[in-house]
């Protein structure tokens, strides 16, 4: 069974993450509800920079805003300007420059994974 108690909750911080994205000119937002299934969180969060120092810019403003709000980013992975992933405990957010996007095609794998057992 699902626990809807936190729902709200990791909704509004959702909105709140996507408009910081925004803020910044973070492209093609997917945010993907995982709760219920078998992954690592309970949602993911993929967003597009511009080039590789504008996913910089966006991981360092969601860093500065959110912790100020009481996140804790339990890891980043910022050795790739490509592909830069900051780890909240249950959102995780995958800053991809357009290219490595399409390469790694996570928003497919992710979008089949929401859909599994989605009758919760």
Request: proline share 2%.
């Amino acid at each position: 069974m699902q626990d809807t108690q936190n729902a709200p909750s990791l909704l509004k911080r959702l909105g709140y993450i996507e408009e910081l994205l925004l803020e910044k000119k973070g492209e093609d937002i997917e945010i993907f509800d995982l709760r219920g299934r078998d992954y690592i969180v309970e949602s993911v969060v993929i967003v597009s920079a511009m080039v590789g120092k504008h996913a910089f810019a966006l991981l360092d403003h969601l860093k500065s805003e959110l912790k100020k709000r009481g996140e804790v980013f339990y890891a980043t992975e910022e050795e790739s300007e490509d592909w830069v992933i900051a780890d909240l405990g249950d959102i995780m957010i995958h800053i991809f420059t357009p290219n490595h996007r399409k390469k790694f095609n996570l928003s497919e794998f992710l979008h089949t994974l929401e859909k599994q057992n989605h009758h919760l």
